[in-house]
Nanobody
Framework: QVQLVESGGGSVQPGGSLRLSCAASGSIFRINAMGWYRQAPGEERELVATITSGGSTNYADSVKGRFTISRDNAKNTVYLEMNSLKPEDTAVYYC???????????????WGQGTLVTVSS
């Protein structure tokens, strides 16, 4: 089992910045892609950004140019730097990791518990 612990959420005014972190621990042979998803009230969960173990990134169009995803493979940690935040960025942000617990295992998905980001004046 892998546990993902997120931190860094909170309240910020429009135009402000926040940095989310997500650390993975537990039985890990290799982590493939890591990413951030978000879910606003009454909405479905949507992709925000992903990053492969090699550093290739993918972003939702709505956050391109404002958010930056990065990871520290040695620490099994992924980050999301969020700048120029807008009220529509308000959501619970979830960390995701696609990983293999053992060398012979198939890849599995793990999710964090979520951290709330509120953008409001």
């Amino acid at each position: 089992q892998v546990q993902l612990v997120e931190s860094g959420g909170g309240s910020v005014q429009p135009g402000g910045s926040l940095r989310l972190s997500c650390a993975a621990s537990g039985s890990i042979f290799r982590i493939n892609a890591m990413g951030w998803y978000r879910q606003a009230p009454g909405e479905e969960r949507e992709l925000v950004a992903t990053i492969t173990s090699g550093g290739s990134t993918n972003y939702a169009d709505s956050v391109k140019g404002r958010f930056t995803i990065s990871r520290d493979n040695a620490k099994n940690t992924v980050y999301l730097e969020m700048n120029s935040l807008k009220p529509e960025d308000t959501a619970v942000y979830y960390c995701n990791a696609n990983y293999r617990p053992y060398s012979w295992s198939v890849a599995l998905d793990a999710w964090g518990q979520g951290t709330l980001v509120t953008v409001s004046s």
